[in-house]
């Protein structure tokens, strides 16, 4: 009872401050304006060759929309705890009835409920946009916009884990870019080396090619954004076996995150 | 209320509190001093279950500490040396935010009396951010006191008010301190825990070297009775014949006051009196002229004596 509370109080403030931020309508106005864009280029390419097959014409634009409302969140959610670390609020709420796990999890709540929001605004887009330009909302866009919530809970869960390891907002910023840098920089020479044909590479690159393999296939498991995409690709393929699998992996990829927060927060403290 | 047995914190092989034994009792205000870098800070943050002890144990209201415990961390309230508050917020909604946080009931009413208390009444709608230092530091005191805490643990709670607004502060902790409210006091001002403190603690480099009521610890560290007196006619040029008697160490003579240093086998005041009777003068006052806190204080830190007795001390090693 108490710490429900106590769980409830620390949501409520932190998801009306968002709330009340610029940011928030900011990275929603942005992904908006991204997908308006692609959208003007698609009709106007279809209005020009006259003819448009496609299964799903919004997800391209609703992947975008997705990506730019995740960037934000990962972002909110890795500088919420090393702001209150910084500006030493932490140490004022650890003094009283908050634990790590209920300050966690009120952090986990209140970015996967403005990530629930999010998709909410962007039903209400699409559902716009098709009804101006006919280009169906299909049960395929809904899937998706199921399959967002559990994305967004990946993305949020991975957030929250850099900023219980960091101290200060700098620094959470620079731990996020650097650790998806370095996914993206290993997807990209995963991709090159496997564009060259086995037989013209030496015994050390193909050693390389090997190992680099093994890290793009873990990578996989770590990466949030890794979840996105395989999570609208099962969208795409309309399996629901897959489909399922996939945001039952995403519970468990945000569960194991969230318990290694509360974990790497009570070993880092409440000092910056 | 507060015991600690052995409390020790070590960082990185430097040890910054050793085998600390301290013991507050229900109702005291305690004073916790030291000088910078003592290990003060370190102690309220072990107190407050905010960093582990590296060994040693800490019983907080009769239980022993555990982070985990809130329903411990329910009965104390803090003020610490710098304050933090969400500065978006007003005064109002902050401790609004608080009471609901440690479930405060007819919380409306208890902010409405904690801001009267604090002088902070009239500005309970402005922005948290735009406070001064002193304004913040008595809304850390109204969010402290919100819950009805039994324990206060305040960390320099007066470094950055003016007068006016220390004695506010003073008499708030006197009258919470009358309500039975016991109350941990680490302090640089050294006479304001003088004033309010009825037992202190010294620690320097990590190590408790006194524990006792202001009093005791005073005593403890002088050897020497120093008698203020005022005589009704100059006294000047009598040094001499003062020094000769066999009880005065040491004798200064200036207009109508003589300040004289005694020994302390015995009470030799009457002898005094006698001296000065004989020699024609009127003794208008006599006191003893105490030893302040603050001189305790320096005398005890810079030479590190340690006024523990050899139980304490053993207690310590042990």
Redesign the interface.
């Known amino acids: 009872m108490?710490?429900s509370?106590?769980l409830r109080?620390?949501f409520k403030?932190d998801f009306l401050?968002t709330l009340y931020s610029f940011g928030y309508y900011g990275a929603l106005f942005a992904s908006f304006l991204v997908s308006s864009f692609i959208l003007k280029n698609f009709l106007d390419a279809t209005r020009e060759e006259d003819i448009l097959v496609s299964a799903f014409p919004l997800n391209y634009p609703l992947y975008l929309t997705l990506i730019i409302i995740s960037l934000y969140l990962v972002i909110v959610s890795a500088i919420s705890i090393s702001r209150e670390r910084e500006?030493?609020?932490l140490?004022?709420?650890?003094?009283?009835?908050?634990?790590s796990s209920s300050f966690l999890w009120s952090k986990y709540l209140k970015d996967l409920s403005l990530g629930i929001l999010a998709l909410g605004f962007t039903a209400l887009y699409f559902y716009i946009v098709s009804a101006l330009t006919n280009l169906g909302f299909t049960g395929g866009l809904v899937r998706a916009l199921i399959m967002g919530v559990f994305l967004i809970s990946c993305v949020v869960s991975f957030g929250l884990f850099i900023s219980s390891l960091t101290g200060r907002i700098r620094n959470s910023i620079i731990t996020l870019i650097a650790v998806l840098g370095a996914f993206l920089a290993i997807q990209f020479v995963y991709n090159m080396l496997l564009g060259i044909e086995k037989e013209s590479l030496s015994p050390s690159m193909l050693y390389l090619r090997q190992a680099t393999a093994y890290v793009f296939h873990a990578i996989n498991w770590v990466s949030p954004f890794a979840y996105l995409s395989r999570g609208l690709d099962s969208v795409v393929l309309e399996n629901w076996t897959l489909y399922l699998t996939h945001a039952l992996y995403c519970v468990i990829y945000s569960l194991v995150f969230v318990f290694l927060s509360i974990y790497a927060m009570g070993k880092k403290?409440?000092?910056a | 209320m507060i015991q600690t047995m052995g409390l020790t914190k070590e960082f990185n092989g430097f040890r910054a509190v050793d085998n600390l034994n301290l013991r507050v009792e229900r109702g005291d205000i305690y004073g916790f001093l030291g000088p910078n870098g003592a290990g003060k800070s370190t102690t309220i943050m072990m107190l407050l279950g905010l960093i582990p002890p590296t060994s040693g144990k800490i019983y907080l209201l009769g239980e022993e500490l555990n982070p985990r415990n809130v329903a411990i961390k329910r009965k104390i309230g803090v003020v610490s040396e710098n304050q933090y508050f969400y500065k978006e917020m007003t005064a109002q909604e902050y401790l609004a935010f608080f009471g609901e946080l440690y479930q405060v009931p007819n919380v409306e009413k208890r902010i409405d009396n904690l801001l009267e208390a604090v002088g902070l009444k009239n500005d309970r709608n402005k922005k948290v951010g735009a406070y001064s230092k002193g304004m913040q530091q008595k809304l850390a005191f109204a969010r402290a006191l919100l819950h009805d805490p039994e324990l206060l643990i305040l960390d320099e709670p007066v470094a950055n008010l003016d007068p006016t607004s220390i004695k506010q502060i003073r008499d708030l902790i006197e009258e919470e301190n009358r309500l039975g409210r016991t109350i941990f006091v680490s302090s640089h001002l050294l006479s304001e825990v003088e004033r309010l403190c009825k037992k202190v603690a010294i620690i320097n480099r990590g190590r408790l070297l006194a524990e006792d009521t202001m009093e005791n610890i005073k005593r403890r560290l002088t050897d020497t009775v120093v008698l203020e007196i005022e005589v009704d006619r100059d006294i000047t040029g009598l040094e001499q014949e003062f020094e000769s008697l066999p009880f005065v160490k040491h004798a200064l003579l200036q207009g109508h006051h003589l300040e004289v240093e005694l020994k302390t086998d015995r009470d030799y005041r009457i002898e005094l009196s006698r001296f000065l009777y004989e020699k024609g003068f009127l003794v208008l006052s006599m006191k003893t002229k105490e030893m302040s806190l603050e001189e305790a204080f320096i005398t005890i830190t810079q030479q590190n004596v340690s006024l523990l007795t050899r139980g304490e001390e053993n207690h310590e090693k042990a």
């Open positions: 108490g710490r509370r106590v109080t620390l403030r401050y500006q030493g609020t140490e004022v709420l650890f003094y009283g009835p908050v634990t403290g409440v000092k």
